[in-house]
């Protein structure tokens, strides 16, 4: 890289850097200002006081009824609204009765005020909810015994839950149940649009936080359908994360098509090594077999999402790999048992003590400790010493280079300035990329890049 390239950089980090040492100072002035005592009661006094079933809750200025219904440790149902994703307000779920209103209230999307009385579980919530649900249900399938939601689907518990033991839907002789051609938006995501109960959640995914506009809605009411405006992919390195947020089975995996169900899982939490950002996740298996990869939630590093290549990776692990020994034969591979190529095996070994350059093992970087001491053991029995793996040596860890530059990854949403150097963060670290276009959107962060051109999503 050249030095005369990095200059209007740095001389823009430099003012960056002084106008928030300044910011800072005079924050730092202020506060000393105020006495303890002071700025507690202060905190104190911006809190509002609602009441939900009768119980106080002092609830910062701004927060939804639903999340103060949170705060008192009263569930609301929902199939709209999501913590990472702006409130449409459109499944009406929600609904909670407030008083001296005359109908019931959209809880996610009515903000708090003082005095605010709320009855999460009165006759005319339950009625709501009631009807909410049976309309949701009107032209819902039943397609639970076949649908790969079966078992985790927020509309089965939900309306076991909040809704009514009987419908009044009888039109089963004219127009019936509406029914919705499916699309085909890749080879990752299977749709079943038929089930969708236009919650919106893709879409608003799609445009918030994978920043694709690939997904939206065509027609109104009764005829609104989701989808691509025009036939065409959902292309984004995060649109997988659409199948854990669909409440229904509108939107499921392609590969996990009806391979299992929820119940016959074993899940195991662990760490990707895909990338370099370690995101959470956890990983079901049966009978010894991987079978699907989800996000586990982590603020710090990958919130609740995971890249397509993290989520769909683990289809390399069963196809396309070798699962017998092979043993070369008048030069071509042929398959062969265990008994006779671990006899093979030893028999070279054993042969090659008179000369120990002809024995060699490389390691690869995912191999533990443990495995790597068994086989420096077995190398150094057939006298060879010719150890070689992929791992830097670990010594000089102590190095000022070794913790430079080394913040958190939520830190990011604190700068003010990113520099991208020689990297593309869209498809190298996905993850991380969403996290830097929610800061771009919402604290107008400042993105610079040295190196070769590339397409980002802010």
């Not at 001389?11 to 960056?16: C, D, E, F, S, V």
């Not at 009631?130 to 939900?158: A, K, T």
């Amino acid at each position: 890289i050249n030095p005369q390239h990095l200059q209007p950089v740095a001389a823009m980090l430099g003012r960056i850097a002084s106008a928030r040492r300044l910011m800072a100072g005079a924050a730092s002035a202020r506060v000393r200002a105020f006495s303890a005592p002071a700025a507690a009661s202060a905190a104190a006094s911006n809190k509002i006081e609602v009441f939900v079933d009768g119980n106080p809750v002092q609830c910062d200025p701004g927060m939804t009824v639903l999340q103060a219904c949170a705060l008192a440790g009263v569930e609301i149902p929902r199939f709209c609204y999501h913590e990472r994703l702006s409130i449409a307000g459109n499944c009406r779920m929600c609904l909670v009765e407030v008083e001296k209103s005359i109908k019931p209230v959209a809880s996610c999307a009515m903000p708090v005020m003082k005095g605010m009385r709320v009855k999460t579980d009165s006759p005319m919530t339950r009625k709501a909810r009631e009807g909410v649900m049976e309309f949701l249900l009107v032209n819902h399938p039943l397609d639970c015994p076949i649908c790969d939601q079966g078992g985790e689907c927020d509309l089965q518990d939900q309306s076991m839950v909040f809704g009514s033991d009987r419908s009044r839907f009888t039109d089963n002789l004219h127009d019936g149940k509406r029914a919705v051609e499916d699309k085909n938006i890749g080879p990752l995501v299977k749709t079943i649009m038929t089930r969708c109960i236009h919650c919106t959640r893709c879409v608003r995914f799609a445009s918030e936080v994978a920043g694709v506009e690939d997904l939206g809605t065509t027609g109104r009411g009764n005829d609104m359908q989701i989808g691509t405006y025009v036939e065409k992919l959902f292309r984004s390195e995060l649109s997988g994360n659409v199948i854990d947020l669909c409440p229904v089975g509108a939107l499921t995996s392609k590969p996990y098509s009806f391979t299992a169900r929820p119940w016959e899982l074993s899940r195991v939490e662990s760490v990707d090594v895909m990338d370099a950002l370690g995101s959470n996740i956890t990983v079901s298996s049966r009978t010894n077999e991987v079978m699907r990869v989800i996000p586990r939630l982590h603020d710090g590093i990958n919130e609740e999402w995971i890249s397509d290549k993290t989520r769909f990776a683990y289809d390399g692990l069963k196809r396309q790999r070798l699962v017998a020994p092979m043993l070369r034969r008048s030069g071509n591979l042929t398959d062969s048992d265990w008994p006779d190529a671990l006899h093979e095996v030893a028999r070279r070994l054993s042969a090659s003590r008179e000369s120990p350059d002809q024995t060699a093992v490389l390691a690869g970087p995912f191999a533990d400790a443990e495995s790597l001491t068994a086989l420096k053991d077995l190398v150094n029995a057939a006298q060879s010493e010719l150890v070689c793996t992929e791992e830097a040596f670990p010594g000089c860890t102590d190095l000022r280079s070794a913790y430079l530059m080394n913040s958190r990854i939520a830190g990011v949403e604190d700068a003010d300035l990113v520099l991208l150097v020689g990297t593309n963060p869209r498809y190298e670290a996905p993850v991380l990329n969403a996290r830097l276009r929610k800061c771009w959107l919402h604290n107008e962060l400042l993105v610079a890049s040295v190196g070769p051109k590339f397409d980002l999503s802010y």
